[in-house]
């Protein structure tokens, strides 16, 4: 099995690994809206100084090639092109023969290119079309030519990994792991590219110790439950990870997952049946030399463990499907998070546009859904407006539908149907976003207590709208610069005025209003987590703990009053 972290990571998808596999990361040409070819670093958007390229205006249209030989190895079998992800629209073509296309900016997709190939070198080109003014899916991508307010520089053309995979002729598609913290088992759903039914087995170990086998006939799919000879929980800042080797014929796949429960009862969110509260903290995964995409798995580690020591127990991860790698590390050591779609941009107003957003949403979903560290699921954020048609009554039809079909996808875990603004008919959470200073939050979280909802417009009674007790989540708060106008020099940030709510100009002033608002928070009984805005600076939204370069903004003694008061018993907690 694959012992430690360092080599989970050499594979660009730990959760389902490989050992016949060749990075095309590196060096690749690419042309910009049909100009002359040019050296560009993969898997870094063009935008970013990584890339080679840092072109921050509007760049439409893309063309990438680069050329690749073979193992000598792979003889017979199949061979896969895999894309972690791709600003928007890719075109893939082999050898001047398209492969196939795929339509979505922040999903994995991949292509049988075996029948393309041929002896020596091989051409790989990428077509490439991304526009965030087409109402697709874009997060926080600036629709201007310039960054503002709280849209950031754009992400446009590769920017996750690209790789080859090597398979038999028969060969695993998929496993999806349902655990049993209670019972100490597994099921193993297994999917699987088959012309009959094929030997399959599962081996499970935990720290090198066999604790569970199975072994049967797949044809195409089956399922198996996997009593465990021991029992560790994942748990809050100990990702308990059960390493687990699947076989299909001469296939070999290596896997992971931990074994925990999640669920609310009541207004308390369960983690394996404790009450947990969830100390979060906003996570937008940009970087000031790579933008969607940092220079090495370092940064990812360095961001969680900074969270970690400022006393958070996870993250929101905001506006962004993140890289395996990334959630992967998350598993590793215990860290909570919520997987969120990037909406921003979509038109979930139009039903017309339902299909295309639930495609992609379903491809985020399938790629985590083994995932411990994910907790909740996300799929909308701040729906306003948006949701009123002419007649100024809220059509909640599209929330509605990705709220069921969230449901239907994984009801394993709870789904916040919408985070901080218009809910639906129904959802797992009340979740409310509200960044008014102390005396005002004070007042509505005493109202909140009471089951009245003053945190904008999330409810309309008049269409049947209403806060029916659900768990409560206080899912963005905060929003302060401290300091003043922290904005480092960078070409990514051309507008240097500093953006956010208010600005406290020395550490005391912070450190001290902190401390009662999350005292506030955690005292407040019928509120199950909150999320604070935000971990780091990310270009002219300047209201970070950290700076953009993820420079520490306080003194070591402020760290550990901010640590202290996160970590603080919450009411709703148990004893």
């Given at each position: 099995m694959q012992p430690d972290i360092a080599n989970d990571l050499l594979y660009p998808e730990p959760q389902f690994a490989?050992?016949?596999?060749?990075s095309l990361n590196g060096m690749w040409e690419v042309s910009l809206s049909g100009g002359a070819y040019r050296p560009v670093r993969?898997?870094?958007?063009?935008?970013?100084?990584?890339?080679?390229?840092?072109?921050?205006?509007?760049?439409?249209?893309l063309a990438y090639r680069r050329t690749f030989t073979l193992p000598a190895s792979w003889r017979g079998g199949r061979v896969f092109l895999h894309f972690g992800a791709v600003d928007h629209e890719a075109r893939v073509f082999v050898n001047g023969a398209e492969a196939g296309a795929h339509a979505g900016g922040y999903t994995p997709f991949s292509f049988e290119v075996g029948p393309l190939l041929r002896e020596g070198e091989n051409l790989l080109e990428v077509a490439v079309r991304d526009d965030v003014h087409d109402n697709v899916p874009s997060g926080k991508q600036s629709p201007k030519e310039q960054s503002f307010g709280c849209f950031y520089t754009r992400t446009t053309g590769i920017w996750q990994s690209v790789w080859l995979e090597h398979t038999p002729e028969e060969y695993l598609l998929s496993v999806r792991y349902i655990t049993d913290a209670e019972k100490g088992a597994v099921r193993l759903e297994v999917r699987a590219q088959t012309e009959k039914e094929a030997d399959f087995s599962a081996e499970i170990e935990y720290e090198g110790r066999t604790v569970g086998q199975c072994a049967g006939k797949v044809a195409y799919a089956a399922a198996f439950t996997v009593p465990l000879a021991e029992k560790h929980l994942w748990e809050c800042g100990a990702g308990r990870l059960y390493r687990v080797r699947l076989r299909l014929g001469e296939d070999e796949v290596f896997s992971?997952?931990?074994?925990?429960?999640?669920?609310?009862?009541?207004k308390k969110f369960l983690l394996n049946g404790k009450?947990?509260?969830q100390r979060l903290v906003l996570e937008q995964g940009y970087y000031p030399d790579?933008?969607?995409?940092p220079a090495s798995d370092e940064n990812f580690l360095a961001d969680i463990r900074a969270a970690i020591e400022l006393g958070f127990n996870g993250a929101r991860l905001h506006q962004k499907v993140f890289d395996p790698h990334y959630l992967y590390l998350c598993d590793r050591l215990g860290f909570l998070v919520w997987g969120e779609y990037p909406n921003w941009g979509a038109s979930y107003y139009d039903l017309a546009a339902l299909p295309v957003f639930l495609q992609e949403w379903k491809e985020a979903m399938e790629r985590d859904v083994n995932r411990p560290s994910v907790i909740t699921w996300c799929p909308l954020n701040e729906t306003w407006a948006d949701l009123a048609d002419t007649r100024k009554e809220r059509d909640v039809r599209f929330v509605d539908a990705v709220y069921a079909f969230t449901k239907?996808?994984?009801?394993?875990?709870?789904?916040?149907?919408?985070?901080?603004?218009?809910?639906?008919?129904?959802?797992?959470?009340?979740?409310?976003?509200?960044?008014?200073?102390?005396?005002?939050?004070?007042?509505?979280m005493c109202a909140a207590a009471r089951g009245e909802m003053r945190f904008g417009n999330m409810y309309c009674a008049g269409d049947g709208i209403c806060y029916a007790g659900e768990p409560q989540n206080m899912s963005e708060f905060g929003g302060i610069a401290y300091g003043g106008i922290r904005a480092e020099p960078s070409e990514y940030i051309r507008e240097q005025t500093a953006w956010g709510y208010e600005t406290l100009a020395d550490e005391e002033s912070f450190v001290q209003n902190y401390e009662r608002t999350a005292k506030l928070l955690l005292g407040c009984a019928q509120l199950s987590g909150f999320c604070y805005t935000q971990l780091y600076d990310v270009e002219q939204?300047?209201?970070?703990?950290l700076t953009y370069a993820r420079g520490q903004k306080f003194s070591p003694e402020g760290v550990r009053r901010i640590a202290e008061a996160n970590r603080a018993a919450a009411a709703i907690e148990e004893e």
């Open positions: 490989r050992r016949g596999f060749l993969v898997p870094y958007c063009i935008e970013s100084a990584l890339s080679g390229i840092g072109e921050t205006g509007f760049v439409y249209t992971y997952f931990g074994l925990r429960d999640v669920r609310y009862e009541g009450s947990v509260f790579g933008v969607y995409t239907a996808l994984d009801p394993s875990r709870p789904c916040v149907d919408v985070s901080g603004g218009m809910h639906g008919h129904k959802t797992d959470v009340a979740d409310y976003h509200c960044y008014d200073k102390y005396e005002a939050l004070e007042e509505k939204e300047q209201n970070g703990l």
